[in-house]
């Protein structure tokens, strides 16, 4: 069973501080991962993909991929309380779009 | 530029009954898959289309069917509808493996 795993949460963070979110995956043919950001009732919106080893940074957003461990991570800087959502982390195959997701981590952003 | 369209919003079915989703990808977006959500868990691929043909498919009984049309839209058939298809079901549409993209969802509740 190829999973994706996440730490379960939920995460609270005060505003202005770094949000820490993590993820490992258990397939090693996944090539690309991605981050959505899932708010209460509503469907995930993209907030990054990275692909290589090493940090890609978007904003405030930083996404870190370590294939050798299999290990994903999301680090939100400057946290604001329009951040508190439900985090989900996905990955994807060489050959096909099919993403396989973790269950999300819940983070709020206290004010 | 609409993003992924996808109706109706909200529906309530009855054990048995059967219900079809609709989806209109990105423009310029060639494949699409479609996802179910449970509360408080991550989306589960059901299958994915392309050029009209079923191009991959996760583990959901036939009772879940799908189609694509010419113009790249597609719909979700579900039949003999169980209280535990309840659910937000969403389409994803996408160009490359980089670029996948969530409709709003159809929350189906069966009673």
């Known amino acids: 069973q190829k999973e994706v795993e996440q730490n379960s949460g939920p995460l609270s963070v005060p505003e202005g501080a770094i949000a820490s979110l993590n993820c490992t995956y258990s397939d090693r043919g996944s090539q690309s991962f991605f981050w959505y950001r899932q708010y209460s009732g509503k469907s995930p919106e993209l907030i990054m993909f990275?692909?290589?080893?090493g940090d890609k940074e978007d904003g405030r957003f930083t996404a870190q991929l370590n294939k050798a461990s299999q290990y994903v991570s999301l680090l939100i800087r400057d946290s604001q309380p329009s951040d508190s959502a439900t985090y989900l982390c996905?990955?994807?195959?060489?050959?096909?779009?099919?993403?396989?997701f973790g269950k999300g981590t819940l983070l709020t952003v206290n004010p | 530029d609409a993003g992924v369209t996808q109706s109706p919003t909200h529906l309530i079915k009855t054990r048995g009954q059967q219900v079809t989703l609709r989806c209109s990808p990105k423009?310029?977006?060639?494949?699409v898959s479609w996802y179910q959500q449970a509360l408080g868990q991550g989306p589960q691929f059901i299958f994915q289309?392309?050029?009209?043909?079923?191009?991959q498919r996760g583990n959901f009984p036939d009772r879940f069917s799908g189609h694509q049309f010419p113009n790249y839209s597609s719909e979700l058939n579900v039949n003999a509808l169980l209280l535990g298809d309840s659910a937000l079901y969403l389409c994803a549409s996408s160009l490359y493996r980089d670029t996948i993209y969530f409709g709003e969802g159809s929350w189906l509740t069966v009673v």
């Open positions: 990275i692909y290589s080893n």
């Open positions: 423009s310029g977006h060639d494949t």
């Open positions: 996905a990955a994807s195959g060489s050959s096909n779009y099919k993403l396989t």
């Open positions: 289309y392309y050029e009209e043909e079923e191009r």
